[in-house]
């Protein structure tokens, strides 16, 4: 058994969370650059905590800027073993109504401008991504929104746009309609995809906060739409987070899904023809296969 460590990321209009023992605000170095800012660590129910605003505090990184692979390799560094993305979306379904929770369980990735991979040149690493969130994990989240009496959606494909710009109709209906998409954001990758590759258990709360652009008695979306849905959608996920020591544990089994050893069989440059310089970078995320 090992210890539990939760970390969140908390998107728009989650900035904080409250109620953390000993709660402090960390700088945290990382090879891979500032993230997006200190990262609020302490214990809640006698289980560690890290929390880190996606977008900084203040909101100062757009989606495109957001940097990812700082983010997931600091949650690394401080230990965390699962991670609980947060995040505002629309939707493309009826009944996933604004208000609502999806615990998403896929992705369709359409962003262009990221760093997707810690791995590369001097390192090659494939992980699958074919079931991107923890299933344990995940089911924690549903039960947890459950408890809270909040109407949540077990399971969604979750379509990741660029942005920062909102779809066009003609985009929002073929997500909808051709692609199967049932939400719809700019963040949750390549976050899940690094996640994967640090071998840490990832799940993907989604808050609906509008109906994009596709619903012919909604309109095109709105921002200030948005941000009214996303206050009340906030307090909620306030609450949602505090039941997840309580639902984890303090201590945990290796994930029966096998993220936490998703590196086992996945490097694929020679160890005599490794880069030392990016094997060093490496050493939070990948020192266990290293
Ligand atoms: C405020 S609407 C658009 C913005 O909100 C979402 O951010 P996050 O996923 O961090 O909650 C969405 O992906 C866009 O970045
Ligand atoms: N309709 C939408 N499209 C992309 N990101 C979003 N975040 C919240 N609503 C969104």
Redesign the pocket.
């Known amino acids: 058994m090992a210890d539990t460590v939760i970390g969140i990321i908390g ?2 209009g989650v900035y904080e969370i409250a109620g953390l023992e000993g709660a402090a605000w960390q700088t945290v170095d990382s090879l891979w650059g500032d993230p997006s800012d200190e990262i609020l660590t302490g214990t809640l129910d006698g289980v560690r905590m890290a929390f880190l605003p ?2 900084g505090r203040g909101h100062v990184h757009s ?1 495109t800027t957001v940097p990812y692979r700082a983010n997931i390799d600091a949650l690394k560094r401080l230990g965390v073993t699962d991670v609980i993305s947060v ?3 629309g939707s493309f379904r009826e009944e996933m109504a604004p208000g609502d929770f999806v615990v998403v369980d896929q992705f369709v990735d359409r962003t262009f401008a990221r760093e997707k991979s810690f791995f590369g040149t001097g390192c090659v690493a494939h992980v699958s991504v074919a079931h991107p969130t923890c299933p344990r994990l995940s089911a924690a989240c549903v039960a947890a929104a459950k408890d809270l009496g909040i109407t949540v959606h077990d399971g969604g494909t979750y379509l990741a746009m660029e ?1 920062p710009q909102f779809s066009s109709m003609a985009e929002s209906k073929m997500y909808r309609e051709a692609w199967g998409c049932d939400v719809i ?3 949750n990758m390549p976050e899940a995809k690094l996640a994967r590759e640090a071998e840490l258990c990832y799940a993907s709360v989604a808050m609906i906060t509008d109906y994009d652009s596709w619903h012919p008695d909604h309109g095109a979306v709105d ?1 200030t739409d ?1 941000i009214a849905t ?1 206050t009340g959608n906030a307090e909620k996920a306030r609450n949602l987070v505090a039941k997840l020591p309580g639902l984890l544990g303090a201590e945990r089994e290796p994930c029966p899904h096998g993220c936490d050893r998703a590196l086992e069989f996945a490097l694929m440059t020679a160890p005599d023809k490794r880069d030392p310089a990016l094997l060093s970078k490496l050493d939070a995320v990948a020192g266990r296969v290293l």
Request: proline share 7%.
């Open positions: 998107g728009s996606r977008h989606p995040s505002a979306c942005g954001g700019m963040t921002i948005i996303l």
